[in-house]
């Protein structure tokens, strides 16, 4: 059993880890999202972070924690692209093997580059088999499973991302984040209960991939029958047990956007703020421009830009189809 919040001891010291190797992402205000919004509009720019998304902070910090004997063996996860681009990444810099499973639809772009990052790539079915065929492959080859969010020290990981909010910019009240299945916002919501911030935490999900959204109204997490979505990093097919727990006792909750919100906001990104963003990236924007998402005059909002890694030929149609 895991004690929760996470303390802040706990989270600084999984910083002190990780921020030597990865970078400490801007902060950036927007004049014309503030004036949409009707408050300060801050992004969070972890699309600029190593590997292209805030997946590194986490996977790095996973691997750092290895034992010995574990390194000697290597590591297998499951992904979609930004956490197998992350774990590849952290697995050779540490002198680690690494294999991946992602699905067969996975961007190409995304397999590419875990590739290129060092690891052993295996595509397999939707993202529900891959999540079978990576236990199997961990258990026949003795490797360790690193989970891409259902694991205590990832989140530990992802909480540096919030406590860089917090620092950066200490009157923030609320910070809107996309969700997956949980790990990027209940570490950011971690790292909010642990400094005793009054900041809001929101999570917003596809609509074609509600997992949180669900498991908070049924008060488990729990495991859908399919998902659908242009946003592929929010797209695994169930919510984590324990960013479930930490998202009920620390969010606000989780918003719903539909694929062409998501599409609208990185439209305008692109246009209005020059910034380049994934699907994923920009949902949380999505969610804020909807109006789902309370806000307050002159209190700042942070939106997290969660990862960069855009396919160009998908985005191409996306914007292609958009205009």
């Known amino acids: 059993m895991i004690d929760l919040p996470l303390s802040l001891n706990r989270l600084e010291t999984a910083r002190a880890l990780v921020a030597p190797s990865v970078h400490r992402t801007p902060l950036v205000h927007s004049a014309t999202l503030s004036e949409r919004v009707g408050a300060p509009v801050w992004l969070k720019c972890e699309n600029l972070q190593k590997t292209g998304a805030f997946k590194v902070r986490g996977a790095l910090h996973r691997l750092l924690r290895l034992s ?3 390194r000697s063996r290597g590591v297998a996860t499951i992904s979609a692209g ?14 680690v093997q690494s294999l991946v499973v992602m699905p067969e639809h996975a961007s190409p772009t995304k397999v590419r580059a875990s590739r290129e990052y060092g690891a052993e790539v295996v595509l397999h079915g939707d993202a529900a088999a891959a999540f079978v065929r990576v236990r199997e492959l961990s ?30 910019l200490p009157d923030t009240g609320t910070i809107v984040v996309p969700v997956g299945g949980g790990g990027l916002s209940s570490a950011i919501a971690s790292a909010v209960a642990a400094t005793g911030s009054p900041a809001e935490v929101w999570g917003v999900e596809p609509e074609g991939a509600p997992s949180m959204f669900e498991s908070l109204a049924a008060g488990t997490a729990v495991h859908l029958d399919s998902v ?9 097919p169930m919510a984590g047990v324990l960013n479930h727990e930490i ?9 719903l956007v539909t694929d062409d919100d998501i599409v609208s906001a990185l439209r305008l990104l692109l246009e209005r703020t020059k910034l380049l963003v994934e699907p994923s990236g ?26 960069g890694n ?8 996306l914007l292609s189809a958009e205009s």
């Open 247 to 255: 998202l009920a006792r620390h969010s606000r909750g989780v918003v």
């Open 139 to 168: 258990e026949e080859r003795g490797l360790t499973f690193i989970h891409p969010f259902d694991d205590v020290e990832v989140v530990a990981g992802h909480a540096s991302c919030g406590l860089e909010i917090l620092e950066d």
């Open 282 to 307: 920009a949902a949380g924007l999505a969610g804020l421009l909807t109006g789902q998402i309370e806000v307050s005059g002159d209190t700042p909002v942070v939106v997290v830009l969660s990862g």
């Open 68 to 70: 010995e004997e574990e």
């Open 228 to 236: 659908d979505t242009i946003a592929d990093g929010l797209a695994p």
């Open 310 to 317: 855009a396919d160009l030929d998908q985005l191409g149609r």
């Open 82 to 95: 930004n956490h197998a681009q992350a774990v590849a990444w952290a697995a050779t810099a540490a002198g």
